[in-house]
């Protein structure tokens, strides 16, 4: 089996293509490097029992159509993205730019190439906007009314596949992620507050919560997200699915759990709220349990404390 990741030297996008590559596929992967890090696929470069290649390029680039049709991959996971909410509300046309237009080119490219599946990286954080309290957490079907530029484009993106699967039978499966976290993912500059929350502790930093720390995500660990995009290439077809835990964690909540691992004692520091952002959210992961076979295997604990490892390991070897 032949796979394309766009992002794929990202957090997520690595990790799928280290599982991917595990598993005995062959891999493409198309990154810009704006964000992800040829460090992170140092092990699908160096194996020479590999088949990998590496394509820098940016998705907004109409040569990405011919790229993916050229490669002919037999699934295109597509995670590249702009993915900083406050960037969307800032400079809205360029989010449109990166997420729809870029996603448009990768379609175009896989619609060319006839590729069996397109999988989406989707984002249950955003598309369904802001939910009343009772509603949580939240179900696919539930109206999808976006609160920021980033979320309209996720919940677009999903619609344009639905219409490429009307026109031109091109399968998919768009997987609306809530929170992800793990190993890879960068605290610096745009990130999980996760990533944040592990190097500002560990390098004795005072960390910053933005608001009163009681809005709530969904924290889903990075390794179970991977076997959903994974599953996705079979399975799911025409399906938007949430990949969750359906568990509300407020951001106090998170930095009490990860400050006691990390052995610290110090008070956060509260900051006024960000615009565009959520009170709260959680994602019902039934759809994905039903069509999927997938279900979350990591809690909290126990993920946020494979983080806080792996970055005490990444600051030993710099």
Same mark, same amino acid.
């Given at each position: 089996?032949?796979?394309?990741?766009?992002?794929?030297?990202?957090?997520?996008?690595?990790? +799928?293509?280290?599982?991917?590559? =595990?598993?005995?596929?062959? *891999? /493409?992967?198309?990154?810009?490097? @704006? $964000? #992800?890090?040829?460090?992170?696929?140092?092990?699908?470069?160096?194996?020479?029992?590999?088949?990998?290649?590496?394509?820098?390029?940016?998705?907004?680039?109409?040569?990405?159509?011919?790229?993916?049709?050229?490669?002919?991959?037999?699934?295109?996971?597509?995670?590249?993205?702009?993915?900083?909410?406050?960037?969307?509300?800032?400079?809205?046309?360029?989010?449109?730019?990166?997420?729809?237009?870029?996603? +448009?080119?990768?379609?175009?490219? =896989?619609?060319?190439?006839? *590729? /069996?599946?397109?999988?989406?990286? @989707? $984002? #249950?954080?955003?598309?369904?906007?802001?939910?009343?309290?009772?509603?949580?957490?939240?179900?696919?079907?539930?109206?999808?009314?976006?609160?920021?530029?980033?979320?309209?484009?996720?919940?677009?993106?999903?619609?344009?596949?639905?219409?490429?699967?009307?026109?031109?039978?091109?399968?998919?499966?768009?997987?609306?992620?809530?929170?992800?976290?793990?190993?890879?993912?960068?605290?610096?500059?745009?990130?999980?507050?996760?990533?944040?929350? =592990?190097?500002?502790?560990?390098?004795?930093?005072?960390?910053?919560?933005?608001?009163?720390?009681?809005?709530?995500?969904?924290?889903?660990?990075?390794?179970?997200?991977?076997?959903?995009?994974?599953?996705?290439?079979?399975?799911?077809?025409?399906?938007?699915?949430?990949?969750?835990?359906?568990?509300?964690?407020?951001?106090?909540?998170?930095?009490?759990?990860?400050?006691?691992?990390?052995?610290?004692?110090?008070?956060?520091?509260?900051?006024?709220?960000?615009?565009?952002?959520?009170?709260?959210?959680?994602?019902?992961?039934?759809?994905?349990?039903?069509?999927?076979?997938?279900?979350?295997?990591?809690?909290?604990?126990?993920?946020?404390?494979?983080?806080?490892?792996?970055?005490?390991?990444?600051?030993?070897?710099?």
């Amino acid at each position: 089996m032949k796979a394309l990741v766009t992002g794929g030297a990202g957090f997520i996008g690595s990790n +799928l293509v280290d599982r991917l590559l =595990a598993e005995g596929w062959a *891999v /493409d992967v198309i990154d810009d490097l @704006s $964000s #992800g890090k040829l460090s992170n696929l140092s092990s699908a470069r160096s194996d020479p029992d590999h088949e990998f290649h590496f394509h820098q390029m940016d998705i907004c680039d109409p040569a990405v159509i011919d790229v993916v049709e050229r490669r002919s991959p037999d699934v295109v996971y597509h995670l590249a993205a702009q993915i900083d909410v406050r960037v969307s509300v800032a400079d809205p046309a360029l989010d449109a730019r990166i997420n729809v237009l870029g996603s +448009l080119h990768l379609m175009e490219g =896989a619609r060319r190439a006839g *590729v /069996d599946k397109f999988v989406f990286a @989707s $984002s #249950g954080g955003t598309i369904f906007g802001d939910v009343d309290p009772t509603d949580l957490p939240v179900v696919e079907s539930h109206d999808q009314v976006p609160v920021s530029p980033y979320g309209v484009s996720k919940k677009v993106v999903t619609d344009y596949l639905h219409t490429y699967r009307e026109l031109h039978q091109m399968e998919y499966t768009s997987l609306a992620l809530a929170n992800v976290y793990g190993p890879r993912q960068d605290p610096h500059g745009e990130a999980g507050v996760v990533a944040i929350f =592990a190097g500002r502790l560990l390098s004795g930093e005072q960390c910053r919560i933005f608001g009163d720390g009681s809005q709530t995500r969904d924290y889903v660990y990075v390794d179970d997200v991977v076997d959903a995009f994974v599953r996705s290439a079979e399975r799911g077809s025409g399906l938007l699915c949430n990949i969750g835990t359906g568990v509300e964690t407020s951001v106090v909540e998170l930095y009490t759990t990860m400050a006691a691992a990390a052995g610290v004692d110090l008070e956060p520091e509260f900051a006024p709220p960000r615009a565009g952002e959520l009170a709260r959210s959680a994602l019902d992961p039934g759809r994905a349990g039903l069509h999927l076979g997938w279900s979350p295997f990591t809690d909290l604990p126990t993920g946020t404390a494979a983080v806080l490892e792996w970055f005490r390991g990444d600051a030993t070897s710099a």
